[in-house]
C-alpha cells in the first residue's frame, strides 16, 4: 500500500508540473489572459477561410543567419516579423535596422532572455523596458509587438506587457526540434504541414542570446515559402494579421 500511495503522489506531483507548465508556457493556453496564437481569417458564405500566414523569427539578430534569412525573403518578396533580443540588437546593430528597413516588422524579444528575469515582476518589467529602449536606439521604431522568451504568460509577464502598451503574441512552433537543427527539408515539410488559415508561425534566426548557426532554418525557409504559395497561401506580418499597430509612437 505505501508502495501504491507513494507512486499516486508521484503522479499527481508529475500532473501538477504538466499543468503547470501548459498553463504558463502553452502556445495557446488563455488561462492567464489574452495570449494570440493565430489571427482571425474571414471567409465568404462556405467559402474556406482565406489562407493568409504571418512568419516569425525569434532570437536575433545573429550573423550571418540573420542576413542570410533576408535575403531569402528578399528574394521571394515576403515581409516577416522578427522579435529580436536587445542584446543582440547591440551585437549586430546594422541587421536590425536592415530588417526596419526592407520592410519586415520588428518585436521585442526581451533584453536578455534569461529564465530568471521572468521570475519576479520587477525583474520582468527591467527586461521588457530596457528592450525597448535598444530597439528603438538602435533601428529608430519603438515595437508594438512582444513574445516573451519561451512563451512563457504568468500573469505578472501578461500584466508587464500591457503596462508597457504592447501587444503580446505567441504562435505555432515550426518544427518541434529546430534547436537541434534537423534538415531544411524536414523542417519545412513539418511547418506546411501546421500552417492553417492565419498561422503565426514561430522559427528562430538566433538561439536565446547566444547566436548559433541557423544554416538549417534558413534552409527551410525558401521551400516553406514556395510550399505555402503553391497551397495557395500568401504571406503577411503578425500586425497586419492581428490588426494591431506595428510599433508605438
Same mark, same amino acid.
Given at each position: ?17 504538466? !499543468? ?15 495570449? *494570440? ?23 536575433? $539578430? ?7 534569412? !533576408? ?21 549586430? $546593430? ?48 519603438? *515595437?508594438?509587438?512582444?513574445?516573451? $522568451?519561451?512563451?512563457?504568460?504568468? =500573469? ?40 492553417? =488559415?492565419?498561422? %503565426?508561425? %514561430? ?19 525558401? *521551400? ?26
Amino acid at each position: 500500500m505505501r508502495g501504491s500511495g507513494a507512486g499516486w503522489a508521484a503522479l499527481g506531483s508529475g500532473a501538477a508540473v504538466g !499543468l503547470s507548465w501548459w498553463a504558463g508556457f502553452g502556445t495557446r493556453t488563455q488561462l492567464f489572459g489574452a495570449f *494570440p496564437h493565430r489571427g482571425a481569417v474571414a471567409s465568404a458564405g462556405d467559402a474556406e477561410p482565406e489562407k493568409v500566414v504571418a512568419l516569425t523569427f525569434d532570437d536575433g $539578430p545573429n550573423e550571418p543567419w540573420t542576413s542570410r534569412l !533576408l535575403d531569402v525573403l528578399a528574394a521571394r518578396d515576403v515581409r516577416a516579423t522578427f522579435f529580436q533580443v536587445g542584446r543582440c540588437a547591440e551585437r549586430f $546593430p546594422s541587421t536590425t535596422r536592415r530588417v526596419v528597413d526592407e520592410g519586415h516588422v520588428l518585436g521585442n524579444h526581451s533584453l536578455n532572455h534569461a529564465f530568471s528575469s521572468y521570475l519576479h515582476e520587477p525583474t520582468q518589467r527591467d527586461e521588457v523596458e530596457r528592450a525597448q529602449d535598444v530597439l528603438q536606439r538602435v533601428s529608430g521604431v519603438r *515595437p508594438a509587438l512582444y513574445r516573451p $522568451p519561451w512563451l512563457c504568460h504568468w =500573469p505578472w509577464v501578461l500584466r508587464t506587457v500591457e503596462t508597457a502598451g504592447l501587444q503580446v503574441v505567441s504562435g505555432t512552433f515550426g518544427h518541434p526540434f529546430e534547436v537541434f537543427q534537423p534538415a531544411g527539408s524536414t523542417m519545412a515539410a513539418g511547418a506546411a504541414r501546421r500552417t492553417r =488559415p492565419g498561422s %503565426i508561425l %514561430i522559427m528562430h534566426d538566433g538561439l536565446e542570446s547566444r547566436g548559433g548557426d541557423r544554416s538549417q532554418t534558413v534552409a527551410s525557409v525558401g *521551400p516553406l515559402v514556395d510550399r505555402l504559395r503553391d497551397q495557395g497561401y500568401r504571406f503577411t506580418t503578425v500586425d497586419r494579421l492581428l490588426g494591431v499597430p506595428d510599433r508605438l509612437a
